[in-house]
C-alpha cells in the first residue's frame, strides 16, 4: 500500500466527501482531513492549487477530484478488480 502522504479537503455536509474518507478507512489508508468550512486557512490552501471544490485528495504528487473510486486505488497502488468481480454470475438466455 501507499507509504505516501494522503491529505483529503472535505467540507461540511458533503456526501463525497464522507465516501471519501469512509473508503481511506475501510482501506486502512492514514490521511489528514483539513476541512475548508471549518478553517478558511485550508481553503486558501486549496486554492493555491487551482482547486475550488472538494472532495480533493492530494496523495504525493497526484491529486483526485471528487469521490472517484478508481482513482483513488490507482493512485494508492491497491489493486482493482475491475468491474466484474470474480463472484459476479451473468446469465444469457
Not at 471528487?66 to 438466455?93: C, M, N, P, W
Request: with cysteine; net charge neutral.
Amino acid at each position: 500500500m501507499s507509504q505516501q502522504e494522503v491529505v483529503v479537503y472535505t467540507s461540511d455536509h458533503c456526501t463525497h466527501c464522507k465516501n471519501v474518507l469512509s473508503k481511506l478507512n475501510e482501506w486502512g489508508i492514514d490521511y489528514k482531513e483539513k476541512n475548508v468550512t471549518q478553517n478558511r486557512s485550508y481553503f486558501k490552501e486549496l486554492q493555491q492549487q487551482k482547486v475550488y471544490g472538494t472532495p480533493a485528495t492530494f496523495i504525493g504528487d497526484d491529486k483526485v477530484l471528487g469521490y472517484q473510486e478508481r482513482s483513488l486505488k490507482r493512485v494508492l497502488g491497491i489493486e482493482d478488480a475491475g468491474r466484474f468481480q470474480i463472484t459476479d454470475t451473468i446469465h444469457f438466455s
